[in-house]
């Protein structure tokens, strides 16, 4: 293990300390925080969104109905580790299991962080090198985790290098938290081992403005100036960014820093993340609101993973409603419907 991998691997400082309830949230589920997270903290707000997002919190040892160990089912769908195979033409390479900070709410709650570093072996990432390689429909890789921005920049390099070799992968796409939570990681080797002729994606996640930092949007400039296009991913959760003016100013200033809105995901039913789960309703209502607000340019597409393995659908307000063969009821923005006919 590298040694920015190991610092990866830090416990989290939190506040409150000395419970035995927090104790055994943090032996069931791994915790960590970055420095530039923790000084984003208002100690004086009970409600700080980004202390939401990292602290450790007893609720998360509750038994709630219909959560899973594998909420999105990537087990049933990994036929070698590493590997997730569940659309025809694109997979996921997990060839780290541990990130900079651990998110409350993670759909990969108990499987994140667990490990010493979750490292494939040198023949495993090999095998599944090897999957890609034989799969020749496989047009896009996405390096998902963990946080794949924590490899080693050799290890990185080489998974790059190995994926620019296979003809028949058109498409690199990198999901990270690291740009917001750790920018300093955005050197300049780091850039120039994701620069390279294949299409690569970077692929950001984050939930609160606030976290788009100077420091932050610094680094993402510094990916996007060097020719990688970036979206974002954020996961609609109960306290951080469910109303409608906190999710406007984090997609207006995502896209004035040149990164494309891509999901809003509706929260995964992992296990002990209820209290961040909003309603579908409640979505929708957010993304009806947004749709008059804000520009196209700014939309995220609202999906969810719908449990057991099933792939991402959106779940967004419906604008469209038949109602008879010709003639369609249309809703506008603000809500009145209009016909339309083919
Ligand atoms: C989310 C996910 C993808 C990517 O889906 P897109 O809709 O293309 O962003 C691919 N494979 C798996 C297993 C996933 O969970
Ligand atoms: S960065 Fe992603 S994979 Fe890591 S804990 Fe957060 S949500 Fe989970």
Redesign the pocket.
Known sequence: MSTSERIAARQINHRATGSDDLALVASRF?VAITEPMQDLIDPADPNDPIAKQFEPDVRELADNPGELHDPIGDEAHSPVPGIVHRYPDRLLLTAIR??????R?????ET??QQDNGLLSAAELETALDYIRKHKEAWEVIL????PLLLSLRRLQKIVAELNGIDHVKVIRI???IPV?DPERITDDLVSTLKQNKALFVVL?TNHPRELTDAARHACARLIDNGIPMLSQS?LLKGVNDDAAVLEELLRKLVENRIKPYYLHHADRARGTSHFRTSIKEGQALMRQLRGSISGLCQPEYVLDIPGGHGKVPVGPQWISKCNSAIYSINDYQGCPHDYSD
């Open positions: 791994a541990v990130c900079p900070v651990y998110c709410f993670c759909f990969r709650h994140v962080g998902s985790g963990g946080d999901h990270t938290r939570v996640h996961v």
